[in-house]
């Protein structure tokens, strides 16, 4: 397939690309400057995308560097680094927002483009690594090196459909494909088809290892790709199942399409309010979501708390026999989240069985029927049970008392959430919901999952 067509679509313009460099050239220019004036012993570098001329059209971020020698005191690292970068920001015009990885860092906007500024070790190879970011320069110029001339178009490429089959992205939220593993993908297999053509085979576990270093073994994740510039390092360990599967299917779907070029961009969906809750409706299931506010944090702290709250109410729910369809969750990132519920169940009986101890326990079933009455207990293979009267027949019954000060300890809530959702957290009309375009587009998705890997 001829891709030139999709390429002038999405390679950045020659506006864009000299603008880019204009501006990183003169934050680079700034900083090292002032390290030299200072006497700091620290050299601001450009890294990321930008820095390996991999980056899509509208995703030119700059990643400056500000790497510091081995010798560095790490708290002086953290001081001087920050400053430096508060200083560009105040020559720039710019307001510096910290956030936190293994150390701060600085993100803010100069000119159009997102800027971060973050400091780190300036080390020769992974053995020296004190923290994680320190790798990143050590990432840009082995791509520098070993990305051949006219790949960088195939990892445009490559990366573009892994946006619109939904499976780009490292952060937690998307758990897919980082763009440093997409940079090794196209090295070790060349184009952007072959990529495919090798991904429509992949197993569980399969193993990228460019150097040979041989420390697969030392991991057990869907698929291994050691880092080349640290043999322990696996690159796609941030890679979750569900979307290396869905790569891998949308691999196939898009060879067996005769290349549709269609892939390269978002889906048409023209969504109708009216026909998704309808749908709902026709499955018969009761929905059910819990709305609540949401503190500021970052966001790589947000989504996993959310996810990892939505997964207790669920595994909570089923071990009370209230049956979870599904599970997913929604936020705007500003204000707000939404825990979405799809139970198989409205209404359970009101009495449950009730386990106790097995048959050979002679004392603990004694106990068992002194507290349940001899006439009231009864054996399921070699159980000893009770039919007991239930507390809730209603998952709404059940979840309003979860959702208190007293009970809340039942469930695992992200540590940063608990304060919020038992202050602010209401059972949504869905119907209201739905009047958020945004929040529609997710219920669509959570009605027809994986929309975005077929066309």
Request: overall charge negative; some cysteine; hydrophobic content about 35%.
């Amino acid at each position: 397939m001829d891709y030139k067509d999709i390429l002038d679509e999405i390679k950045p313009t020659q506006k864009e690309k000299d603008k880019v460099g204009e501006v990183s050239n003169k934050l680079l220019d700034f900083l090292n400057d002032k390290c030299h004036v200072d006497n700091i012993d620290a050299q601001a570098v450009l890294g990321g995308s930008v820095a390996k001329k991999t980056y899509l059209r509208g995703k030119s971020d700059i990643d400056i560097f500000i790497a510091f020698s081995l010798t560095t005191d790490k708290q002086d690292l953290k001081k001087t680094g920050l400053d430096l970068a508060h200083q560009c920001c105040d020559v720039f015009d710019a307001v510096p927002n910290h956030q936190f990885a293994s150390h701060p860092y600085v993100t803010t906007e100069i000119e159009g483009f997102e800027v971060d500024f973050v400091p780190c070790y300036r080390i020769n190879d992974g053995s020296q690594l004190k923290s994680a970011v320190d790798r990143t320069i050590l990432h840009t110029k082995y791509v520098q090196a070993n990305l051949a001339e006219g790949q960088n178009d195939e990892v445009l490429l490559l990366k573009r459909f892994m946006d619109m089959t939904g499976t780009y992205g490292s952060e937690f939220k998307v758990g897919g494909f980082a763009g440093y593993l997409c940079e090794l993908l196209i090295i070790q297999y060349g184009t952007f088809e072959n990529t495919l053509k090798e991904a429509s085979e992949w197993r569980y576990g399969h193993i990228i290892d460019l150097k040979e270093y041989g420390t697969a073994k030392n991991f057990n994740d869907p698929l291994i790709c050691i880092d080349p510039t640290d043999k322990n390092r696996n690159v796609g360990a941030a890679l979750r199942l569900d979307k290396f599967s869905q790569f891998i299917q949308s691999a196939r779907n898009y060879l067996d399409s005769n290349k549709n070029d269609q892939y390269f961009f978002p889906l048409n969906k023209k969504l109708d309010k009216d026909n998704i809750l309808n749908e709902f409706k026709r499955r018969e299931s009761n929905l059910i979501a819990i709305k609540f506010d949401i503190p500021e944090i970052p966001l790589d702290t947000l989504h996993p708390q959310i996810k990892k709250t939505s997964d207790s109410l669920r595994k909570i729910l089923n071990k009370n026999d209230f049956l979870v369809f599904q599970n997913d969750y929604w936020t705007d990132e500003e204000s707000c989240a939404i825990i979405l519920l799809e139970l198989a169940v409205s209404k359970l009986n009101n009495v449950k069985v009730h386990e106790g101890p097995k048959v050979y326990y002679k004392q603990a079933c004694s106990n068992f029927i002194d507290k349940f009455g001899l006439k009231n207990c009864y054996l399921i293979d070699d159980v000893m049970v009770s039919n007991v009267e239930r507390e809730f027949t209603t998952p709404q019954d059940f979840i309003v008392n979860l959702l208190t000060k007293e009970q809340i300890f039942r469930i695992k809530v992200g540590k940063n959430l608990t304060e919020p959702l038992l202050d602010t957290y209401e059972i949504a009309d869905i119907n209201d919901l739905a009047e958020n375009n945004e929040f529609l587009i997710f219920l669509d998705d959570f009605l027809y999952p994986n929309q975005h890997i077929k066309r």
